[in-house]
């Protein structure tokens, strides 16, 4: 159970910040949309989209070990605009990582996404995924961006004044017949609910929710077991900007959520097959934004039998290379601090460190990483229908 002190700190810290919320740090540089742009009907476009990054994360605790990611990952495309509801990319994904002797990652990339209505679209092929998808990082790890940057199925997307939703299928892995693997499909979803929509303060309902089912009715080996891992957040935000233009705070935000975790202990930890497991968290943040675009963020994180299909491996209360042994409880206090700078000519950087300390197992660790995005659209032509 949670100790009642923590309780108490939780309760006098949201007194004392009554002023809004916010579930992660702002990637808007770093995510991948697919803007619908009416005014670029029946244009055609290059695409360059170039990102190097260094990501380091100096852990040695029980749950998780660190890692170094240091590469560039690149993916030029066309892009064209049959008309004001219609885009459509062709391109190529790549990723070379320092040090390797070949490309870690070479694949074709298509989408089509179709405005249905002004407030719906729908899109088949590479989605807005990674961190457009804007889930809280025990749900989607941040270096999912790295690893897991191509996403393929189907999306569905609202947006209106009050309503977000965001409702996409990734199908990781295809199988055939007399295949000798499983299939793999995640899927997951995110709707907020703007109730409050002020000039200084807004206040938002949550629900985020993904699913990993790894699965199949055609592949050869048919003793392969069925699972599938569910976690779901339920959460409220709040923002308040300040209404003077010349402050030097841009934003404050605050915000709380409960999670939940449910799956199959096949792929957690050596149990029977049919025995199912389950845990729940709690997180809370707290953030500021400066005008010169300083974010600090304050977060506290609490878990028991907690885990996530891609969620951030930190977060779990399962040990990553010795799923056998009993879950540990997880108590985790971050201090975050995002800096953003953009450049003239379409240059984005970002600078991210994120020390935290582990209650638990008294540990003080850190990660840092440095985040570059250029990403320029060239206007090749206006195509017109042959006649």
């Known amino acids: 159970m949670l100790p009642?002190?923590?309780f108490r700190s939780l309760f006098i810290l949201f007194l004392m910040l009554p002023w809004g919320l916010a579930a992660q740090l702002r990637n808007e540089a770093l995510s991948d949309q697919k803007p619908l742009l009416a005014e670029r009907a029946r244009e055609l476009y290059l695409r360059l989209d170039a990102l190097p990054f260094v990501l380091n994360t100096e852990y040695f605790n029980p749950i998780t070990l660190g890692r170094t990611y240091f590469g560039v990952q690149a993916a030029?495309?066309?892009?064209?605009?049959?008309?004001k509801r219609v885009r459509l990319e062709g391109g190529v994904l790549l990723r070379q990582d320092?040090?390797?002797d070949n490309p870690t990652l070479v694949s074709p990339?298509?989408?089509?996404?179709?405005?249905?209505?002004?407030?719906?679209t729908l899109t088949l092929g590479m989605l807005e995924g990674g961190l457009t998808h804007r889930l809280i990082e025990p749900l989607y790890a941040f270096e999912n961006l790295l690893n897991l940057r191509l996403e393929d199925g189907m999306q569905i997307q609202h947006r209106s004044r009050r309503w977000y939703t965001d409702l996409w299928v990734?199908?990781?892995?295809?199988?055939?017949?007399?295949?000798?693997f499983?299939?793999?499909?995640?899927?997951?979803?995110?709707?907020?609910?703007?109730?409050?929509d002020a000039p200084r303060h807004q206040n938002e309902l949550v629900l985020q929710g993904t699913v990993l089912h790894y699965g199949g009715q055609i592949q050869a080996n048919k003793e392969d077991p069925v699972t599938n891992t569910a976690n779901v957040a339920l959460g409220w935000q709040h923002t308040y900007r300040p209404l003077r233009s010349g402050a030097w705070l841009s934003q404050m935000r605050l915000s709380a959520y409960g999670l939940s975790f449910s799956g199959s202990s096949f792929r957690i930890q050596n149990t029977p097959e049919d025995e199912a497991i389950s845990g729940w968290a709690a997180y809370a943040n707290a953030s500021v934004v400066s005008r010169r675009n300083w974010e600090f963020m304050l977060s506290y994180w609490y878990a028991e039998g907690y885990a996530s299909a891609q969620g951030g491996a930190i977060y779990s209360s399962f040990a990553e290379l010795s799923p056998e042994q009993a879950p540990q409880n997880r108590q985790l206090l971050f201090l975050r601090l995002l800096k953003e700078v953009h450049i003239n000519g379409g240059v984005d950087f970002l600078f991210r460190l994120e020390p935290y300390y582990d209650f638990n197992n008294q540990l003080f660790e850190h990660a840092a990483g440095i985040y570059i995005r250029y990403r320029p659209d060239f206007k090749l032509a206006t195509l017109k229908p042959a006649k």
Do not use: C, N
């Open 98 to 100: 320092f040090g390797a």
């Open 182 to 196: 499983q299939e793999i499909i995640f899927a997951g979803q995110h709707t907020h609910y703007r109730w409050l």
């Open 109 to 120: 990339i298509f989408s089509v996404k179709v405005a249905l209505t002004d407030s719906l």
């Open 76 to 83: 030029p495309s066309l892009v064209y605009y049959p008309s």
């Open 170 to 180: 990734d199908w990781q892995r295809m199988i055939y017949v007399d295949s000798d």
């Open 4 to 6: 009642s002190s923590v």
